[in-house]
Structure formats: structure tokens, C-alpha cells
């Protein structure tokens, strides 16, 4: 399974954007790149997925590098309620779906 | 609402014993995920089931079992629980296997 290195954390101010980098250097030609996010006492939360092009949904952004060796989730707002761990994933179409959680980035958000 | 319902929310329990985890997709969804979230180990894909059958494992013990039945609520069993299970045990679902996935709200597992 390819692996995806994210930093530990991330602080952000409440109302303005946070980028969370994700690197993928060994992501392979039909891995697609999930993002989720873990909230304190529930369960992991599906954010966004894309393949190659961007990708907006009403929840945040994603910014794929043109070469896919590495991604930005994107938040264009942060709240106090976006605090939670933000994984990036790498997902292979053929391999039943499964999910291959690293420790991904720990985000705070200060008011 | 993530339509995935997890029972029970939290079990105590002993070494030695055996425990089911039940989880109900929504109605329709084929594909059923079984995830440990351990402090150590942090979040690990055990098994999935599609349909009734298995597609996927992942990290399972041999101590551990699964199933989906015809209605497609799958269980997890666990069996001569160890102190290091303690975890939390969440199902995840998704119509058709690729999908994004949605999980339930977890089963806290705790043995004493």
C-alpha cells in the first residue's frame, strides 16, 4: 500500500484558511487520494477524494500537484467545530475499497 | 447522520470472554468495513464484507471473526478477549465498494 506522510499538527486561527499538505511520492497511477477527518469521540468523517484534477465540495477543497506526488486539503474557513485529525489517504479502486489510516495532522483552531 | 448504527456504544468486559459487535448499515448498502482504533496502534482495517461475503482482510486476529448476513447487518465477534483489545470498533459502509465510506459511531470496547 503506498504511504502518505502529513505533519503531526497544524494551528490555525478561527476564520481563516488552513492548508494541510499531504506528500505521496510513491502514489501509483490509479490511487485515488482520500481525505477524512476524525472529530474527538466519533468516527471518521469523509471530507473529499480526487484522482488527478481539483476538487471542491461544500465542505473544503482539494489541490492535487500536477505530478500527484503530493495534495492540499484545503479550508477555506476554519472553525472551532473543524478541530479534529485530518488523514490523507491513498485508495486503490481494485483493493475492495479499504481505508489504510496513517497518524495524520492533528489540527487546533484558536478563536 | 452517517446510516451506519453501531450496538453496543460501550462494553466492559473480562480476559478470557467473547463478545459480538453489531453493526447496521443503511438499507441497500452491500459493502461493510470492520476498523480497530487502538492508542498504540491507531486506526487499522480489519475486514470487509460485499454482499454476504468476504472481499478484504486486513490486520484480524485469528481470535476475531465477522459476518454479514442476508439483511446485510454485519457482526464482529471477538473471542478470548486479551487486555490489548481493549479499543474502540467502528463499521463503516458504502453502496458499492468504491465508494466513500461512512462509519458508525463506534463500539467502545473496554476489557478488564
Known amino acids: 500500500d503506498a504511504k502518505t506522510t502529513q505533519p503531526n499538527s497544524m494551528e490555525s486561527n478561527e476564520e481563516e484558511p488552513v492548508h494541510l499538505p499531504c506528500n505521496h511520492s510513491?502514489?501509483?497511477?490509479?490511487?485515488?487520494i482520500h481525505w477524512y477527518r476524525q472529530l474527538p469521540s466519533q468516527g471518521p468523517e469523509y471530507v473529499i477524494h480526487g484522482l488527478t484534477s481539483n476538487v471542491n465540495n461544500r465542505m473544503a477543497s482539494l489541490a492535487i500537484a500536477e505530478d500527484r506526488k503530493s495534495s492540499t486539503l484545503i479550508l477555506h474557513r476554519a472553525t472551532l467545530r473543524d478541530a479534529a485529525v485530518y488523514y490523507c489517504?491513498?485508495?486503490?479502486?481494485?483493493?475492495?475499497?479499504?481505508?489504510?489510516f496513517g497518524q495524520g495532522t492533528e489540527l487546533s483552531v484558536k478563536p | 447522520d452517517s446510516g451506519v448504527t453501531q450496538t453496543p456504544k460501550h462494553l466492559i468486559t473480562a480476559t478470557g470472554q467473547r463478545v459480538t459487535l453489531r453493526c447496521s448499515p443503511r438499507?441497500?448498502?452491500?459493502?461493510v468495513y470492520w476498523y480497530q482504533q487502538s492508542l498504540d496502534q491507531g486506526l487499522q482495517f480489519l475486514i470487509q464484507y460485499y454482499n454476504g461475503e468476504e472481499r478484504a482482510k486486513g490486520n484480524i486476529l485469528e481470535r476475531f471473526s465477522a459476518q454479514q448476513f442476508p439483511d446485510l447487518h454485519s457482526e464482529l465477534n471477538l473471542s478470548s478477549l486479551e487486555l490489548g483489545d481493549s479499543a474502540l470498533y467502528f463499521c463503516a459502509r458504502t453502496p458499492e465498494g468504491n465508494q466513500p465510506q461512512h462509519f458508525g459511531d463506534g463500539t467502545r470496547l473496554s476489557i478488564l
Open positions: 489517504i491513498l485508495r486503490e479502486d481494485n483493493q475492495g475499497g479499504k481505508l489504510i
Open positions: 510513491t502514489i501509483s497511477g490509479t490511487d485515488y
Open positions: 438499507s441497500g448498502d452491500l459493502s
